[in-house]
Each structure stands twice: as structure tokens, then as C-alpha cells.
T-cell receptor, first 118, second 115 residues
């Protein structure tokens, strides 16, 4: 069984369209994330969700909106796609720590979705 | 804010050579440190981790020691193989109280091992 899965693996679309990327994890984790990897392989956090609450929202355009129907899923919706949105998008998950003590745990990544906007 | 600096490649070595990829970080508090590896066309895999000072993470012959005094987490391997060719990312995460933070990544080091 795949721990963190994403669909689709490849997505080619035209500027101005609206698209979604789906992510599912079967690890029982409480926190899920979206990362963007640009053409130079640089990775940057976009969002994270913990128990259906958005807890990180970096300076990402509001055309991007995460939606979490339940703890195991975190989908990424993108409106009015632009050329600069072309990238590989990775979903990840990790276990929430009890209380405020303890070290942050590792994140497990999905295989990525390569988005190409033409 | 948090930041990670790692040597940028590509780094080209011959098979069985000794590998070091340097990584230094800036962070508040006591972050956890990680090395992730990305093989061509694939996602990121956790290679090793260390959660407190002087911890040594190890996996598949790779090692890295959490050095708080030098804020470093250098990756080493005694004898590399062609199959180690990949992009290696140093990363850290802190903890902001409301939940787990996202990872802060270095820019990645492309490692090429020649037979």
C-alpha cells in the first residue's frame, strides 16, 4: 500500500483554467502539507492542515486553496492558472505531537504532481 | 526565520569515493534536522534524521551528526555507489505550538557517481 498518494501524476492545462490535485495518506497522520518544487528543484512549504485547521499559509496567492474533507485527505485547488504555476507539487504528512513538548516528527512525501501550464 | 544552507552541485565522484555534503542551518529553538533524497522522477524519501544535539542519524551507510555548536548537519558516506546518484536535501523543522511546522529545505545537492 502506498503511504502518501497523489493524483494525477501529470497535469497539463492552459492558462486561466481551474484544476485540482488530490492527496491521500493511509498512515493515520494528523497533519498534511503541500509543497511546491520549482524548476531549480527548490522546495517551499505552501500549506499545512492539522485536524482540518489551516496552520501555515506562506505567501501563496489566494488562487491556491487547500481543502481537507477529512484527516486522510488534503486536496489543492488552483484557480485561474498562470504560467508561473508550472512546477512539481508534493503532498506530505506527519504525526501531530501531543501537547507542546517533544521534537517534530519526520514528514512522508507523495510521488509528486508535475503541473505544466501552457 | 529558519534557513538551511547546503553546498550546491553538481558533485561528481567516482564509485567507492568518500562523500561529504555540507549543511548548516539557522533556526530558533531546537529544530529537528533531516536529510531527504530525491531520485530522478521520484518524490522525496527520508534518508536520516536527528532530533537533538549530538544525535547521529544513519541509514544505508549514510551518517550525519547534529552539531549545535557549529549549527551543522553534514552528510557523509564512506564508499558511494552509482545507485547513490540523486539530489540530496538538508531540511529542518521547528515547532510553533499550534502544530507541526513545515520543513525548511536547503537548495539541494545533485550527486553524480561515475563507475
Amino acid at each position: 500500500d502506498t503511504a502518501v498518494s497523489q493524483t494525477p501524476k501529470y497535469l497539463v492545462t492552459q492558462m486561466g483554467n481551474d484544476k485540482s490535485i488530490k492527496c491521500e495518506q493511509n498512515l493515520g497522520h494528523d497533519t498534511m502539507y503541500w509543497y511546491k518544487q520549482d524548476s531549480k528543484k527548490f522546495l517551499k512549504i505552501m500549506f499545512s492542515y492539522n485536524n482540518k485547521e489551516l496552520i501555515i499559509n506562506e505567501t501563496v496567492p489566494n488562487r491556491f486553496s487547500p481543502k481537507s474533507p477529512d484527516k486522510a485527505h488534503l486536496n489543492l485547488h488552483i484557480n485561474s492558472l498562470e504560467l508561473g504555476d508550472s512546477a512539481v507539487y508534493f503532498c506530505a504528512s506527519s504525526q501531530k505531537l501531543p501537547g507542546l513538548a517533544g521534537a517534530p516528527l519526520e514528514q512522508y512525501f507523495g510521488p509528486g504532481t508535475r503541473l505544466t501550464v501552457t | 526565520g529558519n534557513s538551511v544552507t547546503q553546498m550546491e552541485g553538481p558533485v561528481t565522484l567516482s564509485e567507492e569515493a568518500f562523500l561529504t555534503i555540507n549543511c548548516t542551518y539557522t533556526a530558533t529553538g531546537y529544530p529537528s534536522l533531516f536529510w531527504y533524497v530525491q531520485y530522478p522522477g521520484e518524490g522525496l524519501q527520508l534518508l536520516l534524521k536527528a532530533t537533538k544535539a549530538d544525535d547521529k542519524g544513519s541509514n544505508k551507510g549514510f551518517e550525519a551528526t547534529y552539531r549545535k555548536e557549529t549549527t551543522s548537519f553534514h552528510l557523509e558516506k564512506g564508499s558511494v555507489q552509482v545507485s547513490d546518484s540523486a539530489v540530496y536535501f538538508c531540511a529542518l523543522t521547528g515547532y510553533s505550538g499550534g502544530g507541526a511546522d513545515g520543513l525548511t529545505f536547503g537548495k539541494g545537492t545533485h550527486l553524480i557517481i561515475q563507475p
